[in-house]
């Protein structure tokens, strides 16, 4: 179970009804991707699955298996397509407050096409 609940009206719930467009790279029946509106780095890609989760945890407890494999899967192809995987890239899922989530929709950040710094400060 989530910690809070799902709210349809979080700005990818929109993306994935239409109601808000998206520059989507990737689609098929349990994930969508698109290119970010604000890019952190010369590639930067949201991945999403389909289903109403709020985050990585809600996703691993309630998804299924279909949507668990999906969702993975394409994680690895778009990187592939996006032409990434030579150099590097970083896969980020920030989780509530603490992790900074913004968007109450579980996502994946696919960033890369650069040498990234430092996820965090070393102590």
């Not at 668990?68 to 990434?84: E, P």
Request: with cysteine; proline share 6%; charged share 20%.
């Amino acid at each position: 179970m989530a910690v809070k609940p799902y709210d349809s009206e979080n700005i990818f719930a929109k993306i994935l009804r239409g109601d808000i467009p998206c520059n989507k790279i990737f689609e098929d029946d349990h994930v969508l991707a698109f290119h970010d509106i604000a890019p952190q780095a010369p590639t930067h890609i949201l991945v999403i699955p389909k289903g109403a989760y709020t985050s990585y945890d809600d996703f691993a407890m309630n998804a299924s298996d279909a949507e668990i494999l999906a969702f993975t899967r394409a994680i690895g192809k778009i990187a592939a397509a996006a032409g990434v995987v030579q150099g590097g890239y970083r896969l980020i899922s920030n989780t509530r407050e603490h992790g900074r989530q913004d968007v109450p929709h579980l996502h994946v950040h696919i960033i890369g096409g650069k040498k990234l710094g430092l996820m965090l400060p070393r102590d």
